[in-house]
């Protein structure tokens, strides 16, 4: 057992230890969460009144990889629009 000086505190005892966390160990999401913290589901499809995603794409998006996360986005912005302009049909691209 390390020496009570290796310790930082009785309520938390962890090590003290200097870890040097390179970029390339580090998690960074190229791909930003749409939500801009309106977070209102709409009560006929909930879908976010504020981001558009679904509720299950909402849930889901913590788990969600790259490629995911960038066709919800895109699935986000053909709602957006289509929500504006309702009689225009709106294209995956």
Not at 6 to 27: C, E, F, G, I, L
């Amino acid at each position: 057992m390390p020496s009570p000086d290796k310790w930082t505190s009785r309520q938390n005892p962890q090590p003290n230890v200097d870890v040097d966390v390179s970029a390339s160990d580090r998690r960074v999401d190229s791909v930003a969460s749409p939500c801009d913290g309106t977070c209102v589901l709409s009560a006929v499809d909930e879908t976010c009144l504020g981001c558009f995603r679904t509720k299950a794409e909402i849930a889901g998006w913590i788990q969600a990889n790259e490629q995911q996360r960038a066709t919800t986005v895109e699935k986000c912005a053909r709602r957006r629009i289509q929500e504006a302009n309702p009689q225009e049909v709106v294209r995956p691209a």
